[in-house]
């Protein structure tokens, strides 16, 4: 290890982390700032995780199932700081924090202060046993841990100002909303066509409104009313499909896709370096077409050559019974990239020149606006008539509803 590091304290990685995140305007509050400041960290990983790795702004993994893939993590701080910025907490706000570890159930702790009340709940009895250790061993004994099935809230707890979701969930469930103040908060990280966004959810006329979306990623939900995107593989776990409508899909057919040629369209429009955002925008235009579609997770190290996805974990996919194209991009000169579409199977042609008419769509008329509104409605009420592209998602709970406004510059 190197000897600087080896002489850095945690006060000091834990100022320099939380400096970091106010250059980059992930904290922008003062009550934010402090409780960074102020929750040790490195108390909330694994032992043998050394300090430069505990305020480093990334995850840190802290429980793997048997395929090794992680099943409870410590999030990124600048996730964390953007969740709890979002949460619009107050001295004295009652909190529930859904899918524990300890450490942001801290950071709430410090922003609520002592005449609020933290329940951090997880469905896994590990992680919460975990998670009182070390919220003692910090100083949070008054955070209240409770093992339970976070599908099902804590009626004890509430009602509360802010519901904070800290795994990926795939619909809203009712005990949320039901245990959720009147001018309360929902901070989720919610499925939408197999894409996740962080959403800030606000009660409004009988369903819930998003005031703020944000990519992200985050480990699913588990227990007995999870709603799990499917996986199907294409190439083993080289090339998987992650697929959430409703019909089905012919996986042998599209695997023979795979193997025959690739179709290569590109489109008249690019980006840079510095308007990554876009990237979101774009992603969320796909995904509300009233089309089949799906996500393209790529070992990028295993199919070079074959594959060349925008998004080796997210990347839109358009699909057909027999064929897809997924989203890509190529470099045509220092700091700009070029979009288009690499399509496979029959239908290659055609899906490919759909998905760059997509582009210049979105190019044209919405790049460059507010983004769409996202409303989560109970199952059994209407959503909006809308006469702009939009698409509904239903759920076992809800209806989500991805609605773009009238176009800028028509």
């Not at 925008?281 to 799906?294: D, I, K």
């Not at 790049?367 to 006469?387: K, M």
Request: hydrophobic share 40%; with cysteine.
């Amino acid at each position: 290890m190197d000897s600087a590091v080896q002489s850095t304290s945690p006060e000091q990685f834990r100022a320099a982390l939380t400096a970091r995140l106010v250059r980059k305007n992930r904290i922008r509050t003062p009550a934010v700032e402090a409780a960074f400041g102020a929750v040790p960290r490195h108390l909330f990983v694994p032992e043998d995780v050394p300090l430069d790795q505990a305020y480093a702004d990334e995850i840190v993994a802290t429980k793997r199932g048997p395929d090794s893939r992680v099943t409870s993590s410590v999030s990124a701080p600048w996730l964390q700081a953007y969740m709890l910025e979002q949460a619009g907490l107050r001295p004295g706000s009652r909190v529930l924090e859904i899918g524990s570890g300890g450490y942001q159930a801290a950071l709430i702790a410090e922003i609520v202060g002592p005449g609020g009340h933290v329940v951090t709940m997880d469905i896994d009895a590990d992680i919460t046993s975990y998670a009182r250790a070390y919220l003692d061993r910090a100083g949070y004994p008054r955070v209240q841990v409770v093992t339970g099935d976070g599908n099902l809230g804590y009626p004890a707890g509430g009602p509360y100002d802010a519901i904070i979701v800290t795994v990926e969930a795939g619909d809203i469930p009712p005990a949320w909303t039901g245990q959720l103040a009147p001018d309360g908060r929902i901070v989720v990280p919610l499925r939408l066509r197999a894409m996740t966004r962080c959403l800030t959810l606000q009660p409004r006329d009988g369903h819930l409104a998003a005031t703020a979306a944000l990519q992200c990623g985050f480990v699913s939900m588990q227990g007995a009313h999870r709603q799990l995107a499917r996986r199907i593989a294409l190439r083993g776990d080289d090339v998987v499909l992650q697929y959430d409508d409703p019909a089905d899909v012919d996986t042998d057919a599209l695997t023979t896709a795979l193997n025959g040629l690739r179709t290569d369209v590109w489109a008249p429009v690019t980006i840079t370096e510095q308007d990554h955002s876009s990237f979101e925008s774009l992603h969320l235009w796909f995904a509300s077409q009233p089309r089949p579609f799906g996500t393209l997770n790529v070992d990028r190290e295993r199919t070079t050559g074959l594959l060349d996805p925008q998004d080796r974990f997210f990347c839109p996919t358009l699909l057909a019974d027999d064929s897809f194209a997924y989203l890509t991009m190529r470099s045509i000169e220092d700091d700009t990239w070029q979009f288009g579409a690499h399509g496979f199977g029959p239908a290659a042609a055609t899906l490919t020149t759909d998905m760059i008419n997509l582009i210049t769509d979105w190019d044209s008329h919405y790049r460059h606006g507010p983004g769409p509104d996202i409303t989560i409605h109970p199952t059994g009420s209407t959503p909006p008539a809308s006469t702009q592209p939009h698409v509904t998602v239903a759920r076992q709970n809800t209806t989500i509803t991805i609605a773009w406004p009238a176009p800028v510059n028509p």
